[in-house]
């Protein structure tokens, strides 16, 4: 950890050195920009609390790797340079841990804790005891070794004794120091355990772009964690966004090779304090460490962090409970298994075990057919798990999924469910392998799986379950906003046969539906009014509301931003679409291939005789000042003195622009009471966080 003198040093520092060209200055000071980027690649990794551009960063950077290949005698193993990919690992060596990694025996509940504390009292034989309190982190384990202040070696946890060799992968994570000063404390000899992580947002982001790639989706982050550090390629494990928390030392030695714990170090709190100083990511007294006086103190912070777990910005599974001081820990010593003097409280399962009773196939509004897993009803997180999506083809061979199967379910994050694994050990024989559609399940039309894409789609745009889903689709909140008009009663009056196309939602026979069973004059009134108000909803929702494939709400807005016409867009080239800001190459065909098709202007012209706004005033649509011009807003939590579509035209009414997820390129993050997870992403990536007045105070 860096003081904040030698901080402002480092700073001081980062101004001179992007200032030199002359070689022959930085190779002068060539110590100093190797310090200045292990200075902030520790701000970045370890605190995330970057004080620099990547800009700047990248330019440092640069320096010193160009002014290493000229120069080749100056490179050492510690060097920021040194962490790239040193090509393929065909295979990882077995080795041998200097120490073994232990597992910890589980406690569920307050009742097994104190049967944890009367055991270890009995056996160290005193009552004057201090715990720690720490995470323990849903990850994969590794063992990282060091010798007089170098990385040497790293290796997965294995069995427990024997690993395998990850040195290659360890380097590229900048979360992991290559060199720390142990001599400062007089060790020569440092092995530490610790668990490679994938933050909740990073994991987040990750699967976003595979989804949109058209990729399959990681199951968890812990899996996905342990299979990055097996990757042959340490270029593409570099890129999985890893980092690694240390919280325990298996050995640290001299130079003589005797001991220095218990003799200079007294307790797990103070060797953490080390570990954090000397750059690592380690559990922080006061954050994710808690010294307690007594179990009933342990206890208590166990709940609160149960309770508060989601806030968390990494997956944790439970907390690690320790004895504090080492000489006590010596007295209370081992099993085969675990630690006396350590137990695990593991938090409420987020995962369960349940039958896969079939898997049906649901037809989407752009045609694509998605298997459901049907489930024997399982509790999971607070509610009851019956159904969960299972993606496509792909991911079904993948998870080796068959109906009959026992299968793991989790839900992290009180987020949608997902299959963990199929659990193939315990089949009987009798379960039946997933055949997947060649013909769509609602029109028998042949199924069609574009290159590059795992979802296999009806390409039959008459296809009823298309044709009722694109429906729900243009009545909804987001789009047309026809209240009173839901999915139940889109699907009865499509069977009923008065809507069979988006254009008939506005020729609905009134008098008949009202004599329906569950309607009446009141409600049909309601409904009429409600369709006649769609009218006038803007362009951009209207746009949104026609199910364009790629097309959501902000591109809806970005292709309407100049259109003072919804026909415009019908004589726009592929070309001028794919200029317009944020519209790529997929949504630009699209948007060219809808508005080129002759039943989809049909389908516009009659909307457009049944009078629904078709035109907009692109001058009222200028801002009405300039005061937020280039800036990015979210919104979270509840506003209390605006409703946040309040807040969003106040934003864009001054030039700004509000988007819905948090990134390093927002520029602020305004929250509101009850503020949840985008807070905390926020904080992560060192979002400036704005509260309601202060952001009215800008405005």
Same mark, same amino acid.
């Given at each position: 950890?860096y003081?904040?003198?030698q901080?402002?040093?480092l700073?001081?520092?980062? #101004?001179?050195l992007k200032?030199q060209?002359?070689a022959?200055?930085?190779?002068?000071?060539?110590e100093?920009?190797r310090e200045?980027?292990?200075?902030?690649d520790?701000?970045?990794?370890?605190?995330?609390?970057?004080?620099?551009?990547?800009?700047?960063?990248?330019?440092?950077?640069?320096?010193?790797?160009?002014?290493?290949?000229?120069?080749?005698?100056?490179v050492?193993t510690d060097?920021?340079?040194?962490?790239?990919? &040193?090509?393929?690992?065909?295979?990882?060596?077995?080795?041998?841990h200097?120490?073994?990694?232990?597992?910890?025996?589980?406690?569920y509940?307050?009742?097994?804790?104190?049967?944890f504390?009367?055991?270890?009292?009995?056996?160290?034989?005193?009552?004057?005891? !201090?715990?720690t309190?720490e995470?323990?982190?849903?990850?994969?384990?590794?063992?990282?070794?060091?010798? $007089?202040d170098?990385?040497?070696?790293?290796?997965?946890?294995?069995?427990?004794?024997?690993?395998?060799?990850?040195?290659?992968?360890?380097?590229?994570?900048k979360?992991i120091?290559?060199?720390?000063?142990?001599? #400062?404390?007089?060790?020569?000899r440092m092995?530490?355990?610790?668990e490679?992580?994938?933050r909740?947002?990073?994991?987040?982001?990750?699967n976003?772009?595979?989804?949109?790639?058209?990729?399959n989706?990681?199951?968890n982050?812990? $899996?996905?964690?342990?299979?990055?550090?097996?990757?042959?390629?340490?270029?593409?494990v570099?890129k &999985?966004?890893?980092?690694?928390?240390?919280?325990?030392?298996?050995?640290a030695?001299?130079?003589?090779g005797?001991s220095?714990? &218990?003799r200079q170090?007294k307790?797990?709190?103070?060797?953490?304090?080390?570990?954090?100083?000397?750059?690592?990511k380690?559990?922080?007294?006061?954050?994710?460490?808690?010294?307690?006086k007594?179990?009933?103190?342990?206890?208590?912070?166990c709940q609160?962090?149960?309770?508060t777990r989601?806030e968390?910005?990494?997956?944790?599974?439970?907390?690690?409970?320790?004895?504090?001081?080492?000489?006590? %820990?010596?007295?209370?010593?081992?099993t085969?298994?675990?630690?006396?003097?350590?137990?695990?409280?593991?938090?409420?399962?987020? !995962?369960?075990?349940?039958?896969l009773?079939?898997?049906?196939?649901?037809?989407? &509004?752009?045609?694509?057919?998605?298997?459901?897993?049907?489930?024997?009803p399982?509790?999971?997180?607070?509610?009851?798990?019956?159904s969960?999506?299972?993606?496509?083809?792909?991911y079904?061979?993948e998870?080796?999924?068959?109906?009959?199967?026992?299968?793991?379910?989790e839900?992290s994050?009180?987020?949608?469910?997902?299959?963990?694994?199929s659990? !193939?050990?315990?089949?009987?024989g009798?379960e039946?392998?997933?055949v997947?559609?060649?013909?769509?399940?609602?029109?028998?039309?042949?199924?069609?799986?574009?290159?590059?894409e795992?979802?296999?789609?009806?390409?039959?745009?008459n296809?009823?379950?298309?044709?009722?889903?694109?429906?729900?689709?243009?009545?909804?909140?987001?789009?047309?906003?026809?209240?009173?008009?839901?999915?139940?009663?889109?699907k009865?009056?499509?069977?009923?046969?008065?809507?069979s196309?988006?254009?008939?939602?506005?020729?609905?026979p009134?008098?008949?539906?009202?004599?329906?069973?569950?309607?009446?004059e009141?409600?049909v009134?309601?409904?009429?009014?409600?369709?006649?108000?769609?009218? %006038?909803e803007?362009?951009?929702?209207?746009?949104?509301?026609?199910?364009?494939?790629f097309?959501?709400?902000?591109t809806a807005k970005?292709?309407t931003?100049?259109?003072?016409?919804?026909?415009d867009?019908?004589?726009?080239?592929?070309?001028?679409l794919?200029?317009?800001?944020?519209?790529?190459?997929?949504?630009?065909?699209?948007?060219?291939d809808?508005?080129?098709?002759?039943?989809?202007?049909?389908?516009?012209s009659?909307?457009? %005789?049944?009078?629904?706004?078709?035109?907009?005033d692109?001058s009222a649509l200028?801002?009405?000042? !300039?005061?937020?011009?280039?800036?990015?807003?979210v919104?979270?939590?509840?506003?209390?003195?605006?409703?946040?579509?309040?807040?969003?035209?106040?934003?864009e009414d $001054?030039?700004?622009?509000?988007?819905?997820?948090?990134?390093?390129?927002?520029s602020?993050?305004?929250?509101?009471e009850k503020?949840?997870?985008?807070?905390?992403?926020?904080?992560?990536?060192?979002?400036?966080?704005?509260?309601e007045d202060e952001?009215?105070?800008?405005?």
């Open positions: 950890m003081s904040k003198k901080t402002q040093q700073l001081q520092w980062t #101004d001179e200032q060209e002359s022959d200055d930085l190779v002068k000071n060539i100093q920009l200045v980027l292990r200075f902030h520790w701000r970045y990794y370890v605190l995330t609390e970057p004080i620099i551009a990547d800009y700047d960063y990248d330019l440092l950077f640069k320096k010193l790797k160009n002014l290493e290949e000229e120069q080749p005698d100056l050492t060097s920021p340079t040194q962490r790239v990919a &040193r090509g393929l690992t065909k295979d990882f060596p077995k080795v041998a200097l120490s073994p990694m232990l597992s910890l025996s589980n406690s509940n307050a009742e097994d804790l104190n049967d504390d009367e055991s270890l009292k009995k056996v160290i034989d005193t009552n004057q005891v !201090t715990y309190l995470p323990k982190y849903d990850g994969t384990g590794i063992s990282l070794v060091y010798e $007089n170098q990385l040497v070696r790293a290796a997965t946890r294995g069995n427990g004794s024997i690993g395998d060799d990850i040195t290659n992968n360890a380097m590229v994570l979360s120091p290559l060199s720390a000063k142990f001599s #400062d404390y007089g060790i020569a092995e530490i355990r610790g490679v992580l994938i909740k947002s990073v994991f987040e982001t990750m976003q772009e595979r989804e949109a790639a058209g990729e989706l990681f199951a982050a812990r $899996n996905t964690a342990a299979g990055a550090m097996r990757m042959q390629d340490s270029a593409e570099a &999985r966004g890893l980092e690694v928390f240390v919280y325990s030392v298996g050995i030695e001299d130079a003589d005797n220095v714990l &218990r170090i307790s797990h709190s103070q060797l953490l304090d080390i570990l954090y100083t000397l750059g690592f380690a559990p922080k007294e006061g954050r994710e460490l808690h010294k307690c007594d179990i009933a103190e342990v206890a208590k912070y609160q962090w149960q309770d989601e968390y910005p990494y997956e944790i599974d439970g907390m690690v409970v320790k004895l504090d001081e080492l000489n006590l %820990q010596d007295i209370a010593g081992f085969a298994h675990h630690p006396r003097w350590a137990i695990a409280f593991k938090f409420k399962a987020k !995962t369960a075990t349940t039958r009773l079939d898997i049906e196939f649901q037809v989407g &509004r752009t045609g694509a057919v998605t298997p459901v897993a049907k489930l024997s399982v509790p999971l997180a607070g509610v009851t798990i019956s969960i999506s299972v993606h496509n083809e792909d079904i061979k998870k080796d999924l068959r109906i009959g199967d026992l299968v793991e379910i839900r994050g009180d987020v949608i469910p997902q299959i963990v694994r659990i !193939t050990d315990v089949r009987s009798d039946k392998e997933v997947y559609p060649t013909k769509c399940p609602a029109c028998e039309t042949s199924l069609n799986r574009p290159e590059g795992a979802v296999w789609r009806c390409d039959n745009p296809c009823s379950a298309q044709v009722v889903e694109r429906i729900i689709h243009f009545v909804a909140r987001d789009a047309m906003d026809i209240d009173g008009l839901g999915k139940s009663q889109v009865r009056f499509y069977e009923l046969g008065f809507l196309s988006i254009p008939q939602v506005y020729k609905l009134y008098p008949i539906i009202q004599d329906l069973e569950g309607l009446g009141r409600s009134k309601k409904l009429e009014l409600a369709i006649d108000a769609s009218k %006038q803007p362009i951009h929702k209207l746009l949104y509301g026609l199910g364009i494939r097309v959501g709400q902000k970005i292709l931003k100049k259109t003072a016409n919804l026909f867009l019908k004589d726009y080239t592929l070309e001028q794919q200029e317009m800001e944020d519209i790529g190459p997929k949504v630009a065909q699209s948007v060219f809808f508005f080129k098709d002759i039943q989809a202007i049909k389908m516009l009659e909307l457009e %005789q049944a009078g629904l706004n078709f035109t907009q692109l200028e801002p009405a000042s !300039t005061k937020l011009e280039g800036m990015t807003f919104f979270t939590g509840t506003l209390v003195k605006m409703t946040r579509n309040e807040a969003k035209k106040l934003v $001054n030039g700004g622009k509000v988007t819905g997820s948090v990134s390093k390129k927002l602020y993050l305004v929250a509101g503020a949840g997870s985008k807070l905390t992403k926020a904080n992560d990536l060192g979002v400036k966080v704005l509260s952001f009215l105070g800008m405005v």
